[in-house]
């Protein structure tokens, strides 16, 4: 079974297409970890890869019109002083109780971050 993207694409060997605009076509090529994304998010209801697109499209299209984009990364948004003085805390914590992350799990959060951030 063949779906039509928004766009030319390759997804799982087989280029599919629609027209964008009525002369309007691209050509966007997809990473294997798009196509994964694109498959998964799929099982959530989307009957297409393009319906995916299109949401996703629609949505970013939406938070670029507001301005809603988060590039905090969902840590809290602080100013310099605020991040100088939770860090003052922290050490002023640790130097009383001694209690610290250990080095692997801060190590497999920091993979996870990466991981994440690449989406």
Do not use: C
């Amino acid at each position: 079974m063949t779906h039509r993207f928004s766009a030319m694409a390759r997804l799982g060997g087989v280029i599919i297409s629609s027209t964008l605009i009525s002369t309007m076509r691209m050509n966007i090529p997809m990473t294997t970890a798009t196509e994964a994304l694109v498959r998964d998010i799929m099982t959530f209801g989307y009957d297409s890869p393009e319906a995916v697109i299109e949401a996703a499209l629609r949505s970013f299209h939406g938070q670029q019109l507001t301005r809603e984009v988060d590039t905090t990364l969902g840590f809290p948004a602080l100013t310099e002083t605020e991040i100088l003085q939770e860090n003052e805390y922290r050490w002023q914590t640790f130097q009383q109780t001694d209690h610290s992350i250990p080095q692997d799990q801060v190590e497999d959060w920091a993979t996870r971050l990466g991981a994440e951030k690449s989406r």
